[in-house]
């Protein structure tokens, strides 16, 4: 009989994210790379959504590959309209669920701080490109 997958959360309840958040955050979701400086090591993650505030990603966990801490330094790249993006910020919040002989899935806010204005049109040029090939390959 196998064990149920066990959750550890962050003290503070995410809801208590959502209501701090100063930005809507909208379903985006994308390959992406995680690190913990523009140098790496770059661990494989997904994008699931994105504000001008920051991203919400997940990603498969190895002990000493990333600092899942609060607080610590992250870089979070993906590719979009044919060129690599890179945002710098920290890590928010993390919530991490494991089940007996598998290796962690983590999910985690990324807080991109206070982007610049260019940054934040980068980002809604690069949701609304993307909304507009999922709607011309039919997926939405």
């Given at each position: 009989?196998?064990?149920?997958?066990?959750?550890?959360?962050?003290?503070?309840?995410?809801?208590?994210?959502?209501?701090?958040?100063?930005?809507?955050?909208?379903?985006?979701?994308?390959?992406?790379?995680?690190?913990?400086?523009?140098?790496?090591?770059?661990?494989?993650?997904?994008?699931?959504?994105?504000?001008?505030?920051?991203?919400?990603?997940?990603?498969?966990?190895?002990?000493?590959?990333?600092?899942?801490?609060?607080g610590a330094s992250c870089v979070v790249k993906f590719r979009a309209k044919d060129k690599e993006k890179a945002y710098q910020g920290s890590i928010a919040w993390v919530s991490q669920k494991t089940s007996p002989g598998e290796v962690p899935v983590v999910e985690a806010g990324i807080n991109f701080g206070e982007l610049p204005l260019e940054k934040k049109n980068e980002i809604l040029r690069i949701f609304m490109w993307t909304r507009l090939q999922e709607n011309l390959e039919g997926k939405n």
């Open positions: 009989m196998s064990e149920e997958p066990k959750n550890t959360v962050n003290p503070r309840e995410e809801t208590d994210y959502v209501k701090q958040r100063k930005y809507a955050r909208a379903p985006f979701r994308t390959k992406a790379s995680i690190a913990s400086s523009p140098e790496g090591p770059w661990i494989e993650a997904e994008v699931l959504d994105i504000s001008f505030g920051g991203a919400h990603v997940r990603f498969q966990f190895i002990e000493g590959e990333i600092d899942i801490s609060e």
